[in-house]
T-cell receptor
Framework: GDSVTQTEGQVTVSESKSLIINCTYS????????LFWYVRYPGEGLQLLLK?????QKGSSRGFEATYNKETTSFHLQKASVQESDSAVYYC????????????FGSGTKLTVEP | DAGVTQTPRHEVAEKGQTIILKCEPV?????LFWYRQTKIQGLELLSY????????DGGAFKDRFKAEMLNSSFSTLKIQPTEPKDSAVYLC????????????FGEGSKLTVL
């Protein structure tokens, strides 16, 4: 079945440094899946950060970027300069045929930004 | 507008008990999802409803987990009987019709089974 892999369970980065959170996916259909990043800030519900539905395209939001790479089946999340307020848990997710309505999530990466 | 509301926020149960978790989706949303969240597995799909009809249920959760949508503004997740391995955060999410991907999540119900 469809699956999403996030290799790092926790990442710690110093403020103003760059960040990359890895995400790779496996899709069973021949059509390309839709890819998403969701984020959960402390004390809040999980919310959509960005999404990309076309292979080769880049999504961006709040200074974060992710590029849909179908060759490497990856959708890594990057930010050039993190802030303390970015500390949160980040989830990569996909939806795929035959049911694009259902999202499948990775195990999450907890980001801690140190001052 | 109110977001997704889940109750209770915390639940402690003895092994073998029956627990019911509740969810009120965003008003007007047609899709409702239940997920189980653990540190190891991340988010696992339990159930998906569209306009109150069950569209998909997680195969691994069928025997003791039952989600229902009694009306368009209320859903329950029953776990019967509970086991210690059910300890997790249970998340409810809703989505407007035709808006693929934009899920609105509640803060979750944290279940601890002793």
């Amino acid at each position: 079945g469809d699956s999403v892999t996030q290799t790092e369970g926790q990442v710690t980065v110093s403020e103003s440094k760059s960040l990359i959170i890895n995400c790779t996916y496996s899709a069973t259909s021949i059509a390309y899946p839709n890819l998403f990043w969701y984020v959960r800030y402390p004390g809040e519900g999980l919310q959509l950060l960005l999404k990309v539905i076309t292979a080769g395209q880049k999504g961006s939001s709040r200074g974060f970027e992710a590029t849909y790479n179908k060759e490497t089946t990856s959708f890594h999340l990057q930010k050039a300069s993190v802030q303390e307020s970015d500390s949160a848990v980040y989830y990569c997710a996909l939806s795929d045929m035959p049911n694009y309505n259902v999202l499948y999530f990775g195990s999450g990466t907890k980001l801690t930004v140190e001052p | 507008d109110a977001g997704v509301t889940q109750t209770p926020r915390h639940e402690v149960a003895e092994k073998g008990q029956t627990i019911i978790l509740k969810c009120e989706p965003v008003s007007g949303h047609n899709d409702l999802f239940w997920y189980r969240q653990t540190k190891i597995q991340g988010l696992e799909l339990l159930s998906y409803f569209r306009s109150k009809s069950l569209m998909e249920d997680g195969g691994a959760f069928k025997d003791r987990f039952k989600a229902e949508m009694l009306n368009s503004s209320f859903s329950t997740l029953k776990i019967q009987p509970t086991e210690p391995k059910d300890s997790a955060v249970y998340l409810c999410a809703s989505r407007a019709w035709g808006n693929t991907g934009q899920l609105y999540f509640g803060e979750g119900s944290k279940l601890t089974v002793l």
